[in-house]
């Protein structure tokens, strides 16, 4: 087996972006980051680094380019990950940038203890605002005092927005999304999400007009997953990172 010298090995890796057409997303990836992105149609998410089986990673260059991750973590994952994880491990983030232009649906993911039984997988996903447009917002969470009833007659009656809460955010904003929290994005937002590596999301609830492509949630998943949803305080951070151009 050739052997990645050490001077090799202390290289950044870099990998090609892998773009995903979202009806609420927009061109803004392709300004903020000087990128040229793929045909017309609106691009909402750019999954930055991914081991999954639908989607995979790839080098962009250096010494292990053209590699996926899957592969390049048979060559690295001790260097990467530590030499304890099983190399046959998917690797346990999924990193994406989102461009909203639209209000995302109100959406969930199953908390660990139930994600096996709804055929799922858990995400706990942190959020970086990395820029805003006009007036932008985030929703987290369920108000105090929401029950189960009063959460699923809002579905029926289109009145959910009464139901959860609704910050204001400011670049360099940083909030931790649990999974079972339910969530959505106001349009405006540039955000850096760092996940685990899951990709299971029901579709809660669309405001009363179109949806996104997620699993539409049975009435007993959004209920099962909503119930672990809590009212969280904004977390800000006080790094704020320039997004370079």
């Known amino acids: 087996m050739e052997l990645l010298t050490v001077e090799q090995m202390h290289l950044p890796v870099r990998f090609q972006p892998l773009y995903q057409s979202r009806v609420w997303g927009g061109r803004a990836l392709g300004e903020v980051f000087a990128r040229s992105l793929p045909g017309a149609e609106p691009i909402g998410e750019s999954w930055e680094i991914v081991d999954r089986p639908e989607a995979q990673s790839v080098v962009r260059d250096g010494p292990l380019a053209g590699m996926t991750l899957r592969d390049a973590l048979h060559v690295r994952c001790a260097d990467w990950i530590g030499p304890d994880w099983p190399v046959t491990r998917a690797f346990p983030i999924l990193v994406k940038w989102l461009d909203c232009r639209e209000r995302l649906s109100l959406q969930v993911h199953p908390p660990a203890e139930i994600?096996?039984?709804?055929?799922?997988?858990?995400?706990?996903?942190n959020w970086y605002l990395?820029?805003?447009?006009?007036?932008?917002?985030?929703?987290?969470?369920?108000?105090?005092?929401?029950?189960?009833?009063?959460?699923?007659a809002a579905i029926k009656d289109q009145s959910l927005e009464q139901c959860v809460n609704r910050f204001p955010v400011k670049p360099g904003d940083s909030v931790l999304v649990h999974s079972g929290t339910v969530h959505a994005i106001d349009e405006g937002c540039l955000i850096l999400e760092i996940q685990q590596n899951s990709d299971t999301t029901y579709r809660v609830y669309d405001w009363g007009g179109w949806g996104w492509t997620a699993n539409p949630a049975s009435s007993t998943s959004r209920s099962r997953c909503a119930r672990s949803s809590s009212t969280r305080p904004l977390r800000r951070s006080c790094a704020r990172p320039t997004c370079r151009r």
Not at 115 to 125: D, N, S, W
């Open 115 to 125: 994600a096996p039984a709804l055929h799922g997988e858990p995400k706990t996903e």
């Open 130 to 152: 990395a820029g805003i447009e006009g007036d932008a917002h985030l929703i987290l969470g369920l108000r105090p005092g929401v029950t189960r009833d009063q959460f699923a």
